[in-house]
T-cell receptor, first 114, second 111 residues
Framework: EAEVAQSPRYKITEKSQAVAFWCDPI?????LYWYRQILGQGPELLVQ????????DSQLPKDRFSAERLKGVDSTLKIQPAELGDSAMYLC????????????FGPGTRLTVT | QKEVEQNSGPLSVPEGAIASLNCTYS??????FFWYRQYSGKSPELIMF????GDKEDGRFTAQLNKASQYVSLLIRDSQPSDSATYLC???????????FGGGTRVLVKP
């Protein structure tokens, strides 16, 4: 069964350090999403890609967060420098796009900033 | 007012009973609606989606949509202890395929 892959699954970092997350969407899925989920809340969209282009990054804290999907397949989300408030689950999801809106999530990366 | 609202629960349901979860949304132009199940410490899993008014059934799950009332619900029949999880309602707005999530309803199925 096709799945979204993410790594690492867990990351502990000290504040002010840099951290990066990787996502490989389901094969053939043109749209890729990065979400942040704080404990007890629903996921919040950080950035959405259509192929290699950013469609929506309105909620991405651009002073410290960056995201790229250079070849329109896998994607990297980076935080530099990390802050204590960045501790959360970072989720990647993908969808076919083109009027197919069902999004499928990867296992997530649990980030703890100390 | 939040864009997507859910009762946080917990909703306590006896094993074998029907669990009824509700979700309201504010964007009248919303086109598609999703229910995700999330176990503690895990990522959300898509269990149902509905695009048209009315009911949609899949196994023990039924999604109900009423666009006029801006209301979507999920029924879980013959609830099992393995159904104990947080259920997230997500709505795709009129502007495109951006999902907005509610805060989730925690369901506890007691044997």
């Amino acid at each position: 069964e096709a799945e979204v892959a993410q790594s690492p699954r867990y990351k502990i970092t000290e504040k002010s350090q840099a951290v990066a997350f990787w996502c490989d969407p389901i094969s053939g899925h043109a749209t890729l999403y990065w979400y942040r989920q704080i404990l007890g809340q629903g996921p919040e969209l950080l950035v959405q890609f259509q192929d290699e282009s950013v469609v929506d990054d309105s909620q991405l804290p651009k002073d410290r967060f960056s995201a790229e999907r250079l070849k329109g397949v896998d994607s990297t989300l980076k935080i530099q420098p990390a802050e204590l408030g960045d501790s959360a689950m970072y989720l990647c999801a993908s969808s076919l796009g083109q009027d197919h809106y069902e999004q499928y999530f990867g296992p997530g990366t649990r980030l703890t900033v100390t | 007012q939040k864009e997507v609202e859910q009762n946080s629960g917990p909703l306590s349901v006896p094993e074998g009973a029907i669990a009824s979860l509700n979700c309201t949304y504010s964007d009248r132009g919303s086109q598609s609606f999703f229910w995700y199940r999330q176990y503690s410490g895990k990522s959300p899993e898509l269990i149902m989606f509905i695009y048209s008014n009315g009911d949609k059934e899949d196994g023990r799950f039924t999604a109900q949509l009423n666009k006029a009332s801006q209301y979507v619900s999920l029924l879980i029949r013959d609830s099992q202890p393995s159904d104990s999880a947080t259920y997230l309602c997500a709505v795709n707005g009129a502007a495109g395929n951006k999902l907005t999530f509610g805060g989730g309803t925690r369901v506890l199925v007691k044997p």
